[in-house]
């Protein structure tokens, strides 16, 4: 059964840090690239961030460029972000995602998200 369980969520102040966790199960890990995306009230889900399979590849989106840093760890299958100067506009439900292609088919699994809310 394949799991992606996302942790680290909460209030944070602005200017504050946090730091997520996806802890991935059911899959080989190491071989899919992972995903850090965020949906806000009224608003679509949207890429923050991405790695490689290998974790040599990391893209961010240039909202949070140079404030968050994505990385994985694939002896304990996990992949995280760490969140820096936080804004309220960063609040938002944040889910990870694991996504692979093949010749044959594309696998893509999602986590349940957890809540960050950036507010005084």
């Known amino acids: 059964q394949v799991q992606l369980v996302e942790s680290g969520g909460g209030l944070v102040q602005p200017g504050g840090s946090l730091r997520l966790s996806c802890l991935a199960s059911?899959?080989?890990?190491?071989?899919?690239?992972m995903s850090w995306y965020r949906q806000a009230p009224g608003k679509e889900r949207e890429l923050v961030a991405s790695i490689g399979n290998l974790g040599i590849s990391r893209k961010y989106a240039d909202s949070v460029k140079g404030r968050f840093t994505i990385s994985r760890d694939n002896a304990k299958n996990t992949v995280s972000l760490q969140m820096s100067s936080l804004k309220p506009e960063d609040t938002a439900v944040y889910f990870c995602?694991?996504?692979?292609?093949?010749?044959?088919?594309?696998?893509?699994?999602w986590g349940q998200g957890t809540q960050v809310t950036v507010s005084s």
């Open positions: 059911g899959f080989t890990f190491s071989t899919y690239a």
């Open positions: 995602k694991g996504s692979r292609g093949t010749t044959i088919a594309n696998y893509e699994y």
